[in-house]
């Protein structure tokens, strides 16, 4: 593998760049893209039992918005809910504009590797060719295994730039649409609570 990386060029070393960008960026937003770290099962529930025993006081307001994504947005609708509904929603989306922000952080930068690893490949590819090509004489005559042997090492850096591309694009589409269906949950959650609110 070493001699592989080598034999690359030095169009290796970004493509490396990318790749430890690449997994790092998946294990953060493997992490922080959990449901229960978002919008956790039963917190809407525990709100809404706080707030029917009078007892969603400052302290218990801030423990929910510490917990997650949803319990920040349940807190910040209810610090309005002496005003009118509609004003409330329009807070609402404002924090779930925040929200989304933070969900999608990171996913410009998956796309950014996806983009440019290939062209990056291929560059260093196209780099390699011509100094394969170039070390052919002026008759033409070269040594047929040192011209396959210099082919090979530059195709070298395609083949690692797809395979980081490759991974790139499934997972942005992952957390794309992991993003979406957080988004749709955390919506219904603060519609449920908006209802709640304003039926007392």
Request: charged letters at 15%.
């Amino acid at each position: 593998m070493s001699n592989l990386l080598i034999s690359g060029g030095w169009f290796i070393w970004p493509l490396l760049v990318c790749s430890i960008l690449l997994i790092s960026i998946v294990l953060e937003r493997l992490w922080f893209l959990q449901r229960r770290l978002v919008a956790p099962n039963g917190l809407l529930r525990q709100a809404q039992n706080l707030i029917q025993k009078d007892a969603f006081h400052l302290q218990n307001q801030q423990e929910i918005a510490a917990t997650s994504q949803l319990g920040d947005l349940l807190q910040h609708c209810y610090q309005y809910r002496l005003s009118s509904r509609e004003f409330v929603e329009i807070k609402a989306e404002e924090k779930a504009s925040e929200i989304k922000l933070l969900l999608e952080r990171n996913l410009s930068m998956l796309s950014t590797i996806a983009s440019i690893s290939p062209l990056l490949g291929l560059l260093g590819t196209v780099v390699g060719m011509i100094t394969v090509f170039s070390n052919i004489d002026v008759n033409g005559s070269a040594n047929t295994d040192l011209l396959a042997a210099g082919i090979s090492e530059a195709l070298i850096t395609t083949a690692f730039g797809l395979i980081i591309a490759v991974p790139a694009i499934v997972f942005y589409r992952y957390f794309e649409q992991k993003t979406l269906v957080l988004m749709s949950l955390l919506q219904a959650n603060t519609s449920i609570f908006l209802d709640f609110l304003y039926k007392k």
